[in-house]
């Protein structure tokens, strides 16, 4: 007889997990009994948005599910903003949310919530146990569903007084390894209408990769002769060095890459669904009437036809057809050297940075750490303005090496670099982050020092919303409301959780401050001094206000 935090637990570790991240409650004292001495660390948060947001970092990493604990009510909620982060960037993900007694349901007891209907519109699977002989059934439902089709996050409420209780229950094996369903017929289903296209593009993105996922895509853009470009945020399917690599299609794209995604006669998407940010909002390509050839790879046959009608649909991972692609020669085809040659060297050029105003620059900043981290570096960052400068200039290597929320969700990057961190001790983790970005998550600080994690958090302080701001300022300029920020002294706050902290005010500071920072061996944290003026890679703030005054007056 084991009581069900211990059964939950167990089951977890016949799942592989090794790492779960909470912020405890007394809705779930037999789970964390259950954890005690079972070989899963508990890592201890402090917000359970950043505790979410560490899982699906981690399942971004693993490629398994990654599993959070949290308390009812204000808990589950609080935890919502890294359930959307999984939904929308598709990541596998469980989260265990304490839950009142079953007996007091459906009187608004304390902190009570439905948590079906609550996560349904955002979750995968939305559910509560019941019966404490079924949470073995329950869970392995779990890890098959967050990883089936195209993933996504599961929640499972857990009532006080079912986990509490004793049963006896055989375990449920982990799933069963699935083995490759690609057909040597759809491989060439695909190839026989891209080989007739004149002006070809890959669009690779989606949540399932891997390593040799990147390379495979290196080697059949090489042998095909192909362009490739990537969705947002998912700059690591390859590496960006790679002589047919094309630039990212999404938010802040190469003017030059949206027309070339609107000039393509075929389009073959790999794993992405390929939405409104790699499409200018169906700009570049209509639902309706693409005008191209759509050739489209995804896991989930019901994301095929969903939003684009293909001509070739193919219901497999993006890594197994990938596979197979990178082992085809290449059949008789078009001679596209000249198209992929172009696509390169239009994103060379935008690589050449715009020099931005002010006495720290970090389009310079972040040309330094290109020359200068590791192939294996790890950059995680949240969302804001910021970031754009980060997904121009910021060159991934290989897979992983980005982690950021394709959601668009403001504090992720601490918390991601913490999952970094302890999924892959022995890589250099920086974090990028807006002002306000960081301080929507800067109490996981704590977090990074309870675990003694030496990564290094760089603040892009321009004491604005700047993505905000640069919108407020095209529809509505000079007229500046709720955009404005007042900040702490952030090295000094790194300092008050036992890390070290540095200013940085001249671009030609950073690198030291980079190397005392990395030296420390803790948390560290580098304040950049940004001008507000400085408001995004191609566009001061004076620009943007005089474009909404432009068009004010027609």
């Known amino acids: 007889m084991r009581h069900g935090g211990r059964i939950l637990t167990d089951q977890l570790r016949i799942q592989g997990v090794e790492r779960v991240f909470s912020v405890p409650g007394e809705s779930f004292l037999a789970a964390l009994d259950g954890l005690y001495g079972s070989g899963i660390r508990n890592i201890v948060c402090r917000h359970e948005g950043g505790a979410a947001m560490m899982a699906e970092a981690t399942a971004k990493l693993t490629g398994r599910p990654g599993v959070a604990f949290v308390t009812r009510g204000p808990g589950a909620t609080n935890a919502s903003a890294g359930i959307h982060v999984a939904r929308q960037d598709s990541t596998p993900m469980i989260l265990f949310v304490g839950q009142i007694e079953r007996g007091h349901r459906d009187r608004e007891a304390f902190q009570e919530v439905n948590y079906r209907a609550f996560f349904s519109p955002i979750a995968k699977w939305a559910a509560e146990i019941d019966q404490t002989d079924r949470i073995p059934e329950y869970v392995s439902r779990a890890f098959h569903v967050a990883t089936s089709g195209r993933p996504g996050p599961v929640v499972l409420a857990l009532p006080e007084d079912m986990l509490s209780a004793h049963a006896e229950v055989p375990d449920i094996p982990a799933p069963a390894p699935q083995p490759a369903s690609v057909c040597g017929e759809q491989i060439d289903a695909l190839l026989a209408p891209l080989c007739r296209a004149e002006r070809p593009l890959v669009i690779a993105g989606g949540s399932v990769w891997s390593a040799q996922a990147a390379r495979d895509l290196a080697t059949f853009a090489e042998t095909f002769d ?89 219901c497999a991972p993006a890594v197994d057809v990938l596979a197979r692609l990178a082992r085809r020669e290449a059949p008789e085809r078009p001679d596209w050297s000249a198209w992929s040659r172009a696509a390169r060297a239009d994103h060379d050029a935008w690589m050449r940075p715009k020099e931005s105003p002010g006495a720290v620059k970090l389009e310079q900043v972040i040309g330094w750490l290109n020359d200068r981290l590791p192939d294996d570096a790890l950059v995680t960052n949240g969302a804001g303005n910021y970031a754009a400068f980060l997904h121009r200039y910021l060159r991934a290597r290989g897979f992983p090496g980005h982690l950021a929320p394709t959601s668009g969700s403001m504090g992720y990057g601490l918390p991601a670099a913490i999952a970094a961190k302890l999924t892959c001790p022995d890589r250099e983790v920086v974090c990028f982050a807006g002002d306000g970005c960081f301080q929507m998550t800067l109490n ?51 300092r008050a959780y ?57």
């Open 226 to 314: 192909l362009p490739v470009a990537v969705t947002f945020r998912r700059h690591d399917r390859i590496d960006n060095r790679h002589s047919h690599y094309a630039g990212m299609a999404g938010v802040g794209m190469n003017p030059k890459l949206a027309a070339r995604l609107r000039e393509a006669d075929c389009l073959l998407i790999l794993g992405a669904r390929f939405g409104d940010t790699a499409t200018d909002g169906y700009t570049l390509v209509d639902p309706a009437a693409p005008g191209k050839t759509i050739l489209h790879v995804h896991s989930d046959p019901d994301e095929l036809g969903r939003v684009w009608r293909p001509d070739v649909a193919v």
């Open 444 to 494: 996981e600080l704590a977090t990074a020092a309870q675990e003694r994690l030496p990564l290094v958090v760089v603040v892009c302080n321009n004491r604005s919303y700047g993505t905000i701001r640069m919108h407020q300022e095209r529809t509505y300029p000079a007229r500046v409301s709720g955009t404005e920020l007042h900040n702490p002294d952030f090295p000094a706050l790194a």
């Open 498 to 554: 036992g890390g070290y902290g540095e200013r940085v005010e001249r671009t030609e500071d950073f690198p030291a401050a980079y190397g005392r920072a990395r030296a420390a061996g803790t948390l560290a944290v580098i304040d950049l001094a940004l001008e507000t003026e400085a408001l995004a890679p191609g566009q001061t703030l004076a620009e943007a206000r005089a474009q909404g005054e432009a068009a004010l007056t027609g």
